[in-house]
């Protein structure tokens, strides 16, 4: 399963240009907000804003993993399905596959911007928090993401007459803004007193044990393979 996802973004131009204009919106607000103009003996330079900083580890892990959520999302690779059907895979098993690669990917986001923060001369506190922050959202955000999703990556024909824009306009306008400014506000918090991350890492706990919960069980996987009869025969594989 992680070869085909990294074959079929690697192979499929529509799937990298997808994944770009999430990567691009996520890292073009991040420099916006890490950078600010400041006066200097009569003239106005370019600086680092150190509560600006603090906003791209969140807005950048977004931006990645919702990127990567809406590629596997997007029903271009639908004949490549057989494979998994005639194969006897669990469909669950695909999306677990899909989950965990998403969240090694928010991984090495993290560790990139970790790298980033330290060349800008961050001390070991602050990158030390940064590093649980991130790890933290990457589970949070990878299983929110990927709760219900129980399909194959590329392999979920969309539905006709459903939209999802309310719902696009609630997560990106109503949820996102005030969720950066809180995640600003508890990394600057935590940077003081360390014992507050217990804010952080309790409530990923217990909301990792919720989202396994909820997560839908192998009951499902029959639905799935129902009605392909028909599919079978026009590839030549009755």
Same mark, same amino acid.
């Given at each position: 399963?992680?070869?085909?996802?990294?074959?079929?973004?690697?192979?499929?131009?529509?799937?990298?240009?997808?994944?770009?204009?999430?990567?691009?919106?996520?890292?073009?607000?991040?420099?916006?907000?890490?950078?600010?103009?400041?006066?200097?003996?009569?003239?106005? *330079?370019?600086?680092?804003?150190?509560?600006?900083?603090?906003?791209?580890?969140?807005? !950048? !892990?977004?931006?990645?993993?919702?990127? !990567?959520?809406?590629?596997?999302?997007?029903?271009?690779?639908?004949?490549?399905?057989?494979?998994?059907?005639?194969?006897?895979? *669990?469909?669950?098993?695909?999306?677990?596959?899909?989950?965990?690669?998403?969240?090694?990917?928010?991984?090495?986001?993290?560790?990139?911007?970790?790298?980033?923060?330290?060349?800008?001369?961050?001390?070991?506190?602050?990158?030390?928090?940064?590093?649980?922050?991130?790890?933290?959202?990457?589970?949070?955000?990878?299983?929110?993401?990927?709760?219900?999703?129980?399909?194959?990556?590329?392999?979920?024909?969309?539905?006709?007459?459903?939209?999802?824009?309310?719902?696009?306009?609630?997560?990106?306008?109503?949820?996102?803004?005030?969720?950066?400014?809180?995640?600003?506000?508890?990394? *600057?918090?935590?940077?003081?007193? !360390?014992?507050?991350?217990?804010?952080?890492?309790?409530?990923?706990?217990?909301? *990792?044990?919720?989202?396994?919960?909820?997560?839908?069980?192998?009951?499902?996987?029959?639905?799935?393979?129902?009605?392909?009869?028909?599919?079978?025969?026009?590839?030549?594989?009755?």
């Amino acid at each position: 399963m992680f070869h085909f996802i990294g074959q079929t973004m690697t192979r499929n131009n529509h799937y990298q240009v997808y994944l770009a204009m999430y990567c691009g919106m996520g890292l073009a607000l991040a420099v916006a907000c890490a950078t600010t103009l400041v006066p200097s003996s009569g003239n106005i *330079r370019w600086a680092l804003s150190s509560k600006g900083l603090h906003a791209v580890m969140p807005l !950048l !892990l977004f931006w990645a993993i919702t990127g !990567l959520r809406a590629a596997f999302a997007f029903p271009l690779n639908l004949s490549a399905g057989w494979v998994f059907r005639i194969t006897g895979v *669990r469909t669950s098993e695909c999306a677990t596959a899909a989950r965990r690669w998403t969240f090694l990917c928010a991984v090495s986001v993290t560790c990139s911007i970790l790298t980033v923060l330290g060349l800008a001369g961050w001390g070991a506190r602050q990158l030390f928090v940064q590093a649980v922050c991130g790890v933290c959202l990457c589970i949070l955000l990878t299983d929110g993401f990927f709760l219900f999703n129980q399909s194959v990556p590329f392999n979920q024909p969309r539905m006709p007459g459903r939209t999802s824009l309310p719902l696009m306009l609630t997560l990106y306008v109503g949820v996102l803004p005030p969720a950066i400014f809180g995640a600003i506000s508890l990394e *600057r918090a935590i940077e003081k007193h !360390l014992m507050k991350l217990l804010l952080v890492v309790l409530p990923t706990a217990f909301a *990792r044990v919720a989202f396994v919960a909820l997560r839908s069980g192998p009951e499902e996987v029959k639905e799935e393979m129902e009605g392909y009869e028909g599919e079978f025969q026009l590839l030549g594989l009755g």
